[in-house]
């Protein structure tokens, strides 16, 4: 097929990979210029760079909202438009520019987690399985029809990189199967709207520790934010500590959230939870942290006296 591919980063560049690579004449690829934005600084495979090594014509665009795409993309005179991490909405005036229309991968069990970030927040959230849609696009963000899914499961130890590298090896067969379908018959199955989420891009502040959460919540959100994701963190003596690892404490700790409170094995326990108060549930066990100077230490190496609070502002009592 005669195809455009709009797409950014790791994922981008593994979607024009597989559409190179089943022998599909790839007109123009549209991405983004590099960010400094935070999650746009890792899983950063060069989506121009790789469409440049094979020739193909490249477009650099924060939003494809100029006269000059829609004339190339007219131009092309397009069986299929591709994307994948593409960071803004496609106008009706593109999607559904191609004869066959537009096909987005999207890293979720579709109509969950729609927008940003979806395996972190599944993750967060507690999610038995995350994988990868693709579904015809819309007026509508991510909302399309569904051409083909796929899923995995996702471990108690699994951290969102663990997921990611799990994720990323689907999108060429998914990629390559959904095309197929398309140009020999296929079924589309329409999106349960009444189930579906969407999720805003992440800043710094989401990652920010919230201690009065339970403690099972928080050991998946330090699992959720994993390197090289922006880490889990909280303030310790007006100073940022990133928590690396952490586990669900043995014993059941009261008190008040933040707290800096006792040793339990090779870790430090924070007293967590919406009701510490009572004494009547475990607390974090706060393995390994990383501090403001980036450097990485054992809990209970850099926790060298109990007391004090962790806590979510640089002024906070200690």
Request: aromatic share 8%; net charge negative.
């Amino acid at each position: 097929m005669r195809v455009a591919m709009f797409g950014y980063q790791t994922w981008g560049h593994r979607t024009l990979r597989a559409l190179i690579d089943a022998g599909h004449e790839v007109a123009l690829v549209v991405t983004h210029p590099k960010s400094d934005h935070a999650y746009e600084r890792i899983w950063a495979d060069s989506v121009a760079d790789l469409a440049s090594a094979h020739g193909i014509r490249v477009l650099l665009r924060n939003r494809p909202d100029d006269a000059e795409l829609l004339a190339e993309l007219k131009a092309a005179d397009l069986d299929l438009i591709v994307a994948n991490n593409w960071r803004t909405w496609l106008p009706p005036e593109i999607f559904e520019l191609p004869r066959r229309g537009t096909l987005n991968i999207h890293d979720s069990l579709l109509p969950a987690y729609a927008g940003f970030s979806p395996l972190i927040w599944a993750m967060i959230n507690g999610e038995p399985e995350v994988g990868v849609t693709a579904h015809m696009m819309d007026g509508e963000l991510d909302a399309g029809d569904i051409v083909l899914q796929r899923a995995i499961p996702v471990g108690p130890a699994d951290t969102t990189t663990d997921l990611f590298h799990r994720t990323i090896d689907l999108i060429a067969p998914i990629t390559a199967e959904a095309i197929s379908l398309i140009e020999t018959g296929y079924t589309p199955v329409p999106q349960d709207r009444s189930t579906a989420s969407f999720f805003h891009k992440r800043a710094k502040r989401d990652s920010l520790i919230d201690w009065t959460l339970p403690p099972a919540d928080l050991e998946r959100f330090v699992r959720a934010l994993s390197d090289p994701y922006p880490n889990a963190f909280t303030y310790h003596r007006g100073q940022e500590l990133r928590i690396l690892k952490a586990s669900v404490s043995q014993g059941n700790y009261g008190g008040t959230p933040g707290r800096i409170f006792i040793r339990e094995g090779d870790g430090v326990v924070i007293v967590a939870g919406p009701d510490a108060r009572r004494g009547q549930s475990p607390g974090l066990l706060v393995e390994r942290v990383r501090t403001a100077d980036g450097t990485d230490l054992p809990a209970a190496e850099y926790f060298k006296t109990m007391g004090g609070y962790l806590c979510s502002g640089t002024k906070c009592l200690h």
